[in-house]
């Protein structure tokens, strides 16, 4: 004869033994006494927390001969004896995984019209209901909306999301919640003392921690460890039940890795790699201590039940780091993936590193193309003048000095030569300010615009050609090659693209075309820059023409 399983020798027999669902059994007693019992009920909440055995105790509790339904039942009439041994005509138990189709409904429905046959009530307990088909579930509704007198549903779901609207206005829900760390830890002291089981607390715990919030997983794990090991249960045995590893260096790990100590975090990761050890269950076990870490530098620590021991060790570990760097840390772990190769650490290594940098110290990388000399450091030299006069002072000459050459090969060289020598001002020959005004804030930020706009106009086709792969293959780069395309300005971070043709400015202006644009451009000036396009007046008079007529240039083609 084989063992009863302890999920289901320890199912809760009255309200009472519920754990963890205070306020189910509470309103539950409060209907029973009343005699507002519904036709209907969904109990919705996470794999084993009790929804199908509250079914059970609700249909001893309706049928119950002693206490007539008014409160608990008492287990012991042959009603209750009948349930809870699962023999009972008029307590039907229905796994809606298996009975999916609209068939099976009908057969229900059929069914239901028939009186108990010797209980007051005949209790329809349906698992998992969301698995019902819509044409099921809709067969479902009128039934459950008027169903026949002494007939009562009970519907049972995981995945209350995936329930039917109408299906849930038409009863009464009670939501179970996840079983609590002690509340779990009390249930499985209860069952080891009452089995014969010497267990150690911290092993207790570990199984409770491992459990998920489930009875039902919780004591499947109790019996499997005591299966293997005996009465006597130690914390190591448990740990190896387990899988879990329990090494200190889960700890050391995470310290190196909060003190950014990149050097000692590898050496650690790899002294548990040579050792064998499952790195995703190391893993799992690194995420969990940062979390605590997290929790404790947070202030919220009342949810850990941690002993005094262990609340100082973590507050030690939480004070050389803080929140941003905890949460990062957690991120990185987070996110590996160790579907491809388990038994790689690369990505393990990886992570580590990535949440051990420091984002404020690490090296901005630019483009060689794109450094700028540095600005001089010395008092700018400046005429008597104001500085914009001078500015435009300096145009003039410059423009001045670009046309006397072709001057000077029809006059001789006779007259171009003073010309020349008459314009070329020393700079330290000027006078200087003694105590100049410091530059304006938006001058800072223009440094240097002149020579970063005078590198893009001049090398712009080799800025395409050296444009990344991903972004070659783009339709912006092979328009951006056209003729009449070209950068005009730089302000600050926009820089402004002027087109010939008003086609390839609208096709540039498109949301992605845009966005490889200004990454190509972001890549050589070296900073992030937005874009701002404009087009050139149209000089073709038969276009123009055209234009004015209503039409529209679709394609440009150049010759």
Request: net charge neutral.
């Amino acid at each position: 004869m084989t063992c009863q399983v302890f999920y289901r020798k320890w199912r809760p027999q009255t309200l009472a033994d519920l754990v963890g669902q205070e306020h189910v059994a509470h309103t539950l007693k409060n209907a029973l006494s009343s005699g507002r019992i519904a036709q209907a009920y969904l109990f919705c909440g996470p794999r084993g927390t009790g929804k199908t055995s509250t079914g059970r105790i609700l249909a001893k509790a309706v049928n119950c001969t002693t206490n007539q339904g008014k409160g608990e039942p008492c287990n012991t009439c042959p009603m209750c004896l009948s349930i809870t041994e699962g023999s009972s005509m008029d307590v039907i138990e229905i796994d809606a995984a298996s009975n999916t189709g609209v068939d099976d409904i009908r057969e229900l429905k059929e069914k239901v019209q028939y009186a108990p046959a010797l209980a007051n009530y005949k209790v329809y307990i349906i698992d998992e209901v969301h698995m019902l088909s819509n044409s099921a579930s809709n067969a479902l509704l009128k039934t459950l909306e008027e169903p026949p007198p002494r007939v009562i549903f009970i519907l049972a779901t995981t995945e209350i999301h995936k329930v039917l609207p109408t299906i849930m206005s038409r009863c009464q829900r009670f939501d179970f919640h996840r079983v609590s760390l002690s509340d779990m830890s009390r249930k499985l002291e209860k069952i080891s003392q009452a089995e014969g089981i010497n267990i150690e607390p911290e092993a207790l715990k570990l199984i409770a921690r491992s459990a998920g919030g489930s009875f039902r997983d919780g004591e499947n794990l109790l019996q499997q460890i005591a299966t293997t090991y005996g009465t006597e249960i130690s914390l190591p045995q448990v740990q190896a039940a387990l899988g879990i590893s329990g090494d200190e260096r889960i700890k050391t790990l995470a310290e190196n890795i909060l003190k950014k100590d990149i050097k000692n975090g590898l050496q650690t990761l790899n002294a548990v790699v040579a050792d064998g050890i499952d790195l995703k269950q190391f893993r799992r076990e690194l995420l969990d201590y940062l979390r605590q870490i997290m929790l404790l530098n947070s202030g919220a620590e009342g949810s850990l039940e941690l002993t005094a021991d262990e609340k100082k060790a973590l507050q030690k570990v939480s004070a050389i780091t803080n929140l941003e760097g905890i949460t990062k840390a957690i991120k990185a772990f987070s996110q590996l993936d160790f579907s491809s190769d388990t038994a790689s650490s690369l990505s393990f290594e990886l992570a580590l590193v990535d949440a051990s940098l420091n984002p404020d110290t690490a090296p901005a990388t630019i483009p060689p193309q794109a450094k700028l000399p540095a600005p001089k450091t010395e008092k700018p030299a400046v005429s008597n003048e104001p500085p914009q006069k001078e500015a435009k002072a300096e145009i003039q000459d410059k423009t001045k000095n670009a046309s006397e050459p072709a001057a000077a090969s029809r006059t001789g060289a006779k007259e171009s030569a003073p010309k020349l020598t008459r314009t070329a001002i020393p700079v330290e020959e000027k006078p200087k300010y003694t105590a100049p005004a410091p530059p304006k804030e938006e001058e800072k930020v223009l440094i240097g615009a002149g020579d970063v706009i005078e590198q893009l106009k001049v090398s712009w086709k080799n800025i395409l050609d050296q444009a990344p792969d991903n972004l070659k293959r783009s339709a912006a780069v092979a328009i951006l090659r056209s003729a009449g395309v070209r950068p005009v300005s730089i302000e600050k971070n926009v820089v402004t693209l002027s087109f010939k043709y008003k086609y390839h400015k609208d096709k540039i202006e498109e949301l992605e075309n845009r966005k490889v644009t200004a990454e190509i451009i972001s890549n050589f000036v070296g900073r992030t820059c937005t874009l701002v396009c404009i087009s050139e007046a149209e000089t073709n008079h038969l276009v123009k023409e055209a234009q004015k007529l209503g039409a529209q240039i679709i394609s440009v083609e150049e010759k």
